[in-house]
């Protein structure tokens, strides 16, 4: 949230600057809309995607892979159990309706 905060911010006051340079006798010609609406979609952009990124290294460098499982924890067999099954599902059942009469 404070990111968002200050990204409105910063987005804010530069076009207030922006349109207090435009009112200078000397840089009423300049038209910078493109440019900033640019400037500002690549921002938000960056802005949205922070924290997607998927490793904080340095970009280029792979992660580092998983360590093999183990043999042991291979080899040992693995419990299901069957006496709830909707415990681990977070689907429902549509029942059927009864026909009257």
Request: hydrophobic share 45%.
């Amino acid at each position: 949230m404070k990111l968002w905060l200050v990204c409105f911010l910063i987005l804010f006051f530069g076009a207030e600057a922006v349109q207090w340079v435009n009112h200078l006798p000397w840089m009423g010609s300049v038209e910078l809309s493109l440019p900033l609406t640019i400037a500002g979609g690549v921002g938000l952009a960056i802005a949205s995607n922070y924290r997607s990124r998927p490793s904080l290294g340095p970009p280029g460098v792979p992660p580092l892979p998983s360590p093999p499982p183990s043999p042991k924890a291979a080899a040992a067999p693995v419990s299901t159990s069957k006496a709830s099954p909707k415990a681990d599902t977070i689907s429902f059942e549509i029942k059927k309706p009864q026909a009257k009469g």
